[in-house]
């Protein structure tokens, strides 16, 4: 089994633990995102919802469209996953995985981007210095 690496929000209420590989890291700079995190662009992990755990806190969730929940802490408003909802058709790629803000680590230097996200919503004067795989709407779109 893989290492596990471990997080959570700015204010401590929310704890979560992670096990290790990540089947994809990148950086998504869809509206949502952008707007979910007040930021120009979110650095998400994704592994397989059985190698996440909570281990402190009850996040808030809210859906922010029909294929989205995100979960975030209720009491700082640090934004913590996503994920497809249970409703969605059982053949949905990726249903069974959860994303995670690499920037909420511990120590997120241990799960570095490997791609870009939704480059179609990039916000003009905002870029970063890598020669990542970029795609215009969702990886690996
Ligand atoms: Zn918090
Ligand atoms: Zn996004």
Redesign the pocket.
């Given at each position: 089994m893989g290492d596990t690496v471990t997080g959570g929000?700015?204010?401590?209420?929310?704890r979560y633990q992670v096990r290790l590989p990540v089947l994809n890291a990148g950086y998504c700079h869809c509206r949502m995102c952008q707007r979910a995190a007040g930021a120009p662009a979110v650095a998400w992990l994704t592994v397989p919802r059985t190698a996440f755990a909570f281990t402190r806190g009850d996040p808030a969730v809210f859906r922010s469209s029909p294929r989205g929940l995100r979960r975030f802490?209720g009491?700082?408003g640090?934004p913590l996953t996503f994920e497809f909802p249970e409703d969605m058709p059982p053949d949905t790629p990726g249903l069974h995985d959860i994303d995670v803000t690499v920037a909420s680590l511990d120590t997120p230097e241990a799960v570095p981007p490997d791609h870009h996200s939704w480059t179609s919503s990039r916000i003009a004067w905002f870029d970063t210095v890598d020669r990542l795989p970029r795609h215009t709407h969702d990886y690996p779109g």
């Open positions: 929000c700015l204010c401590g209420a929310v802490c009491v700082c640090t």
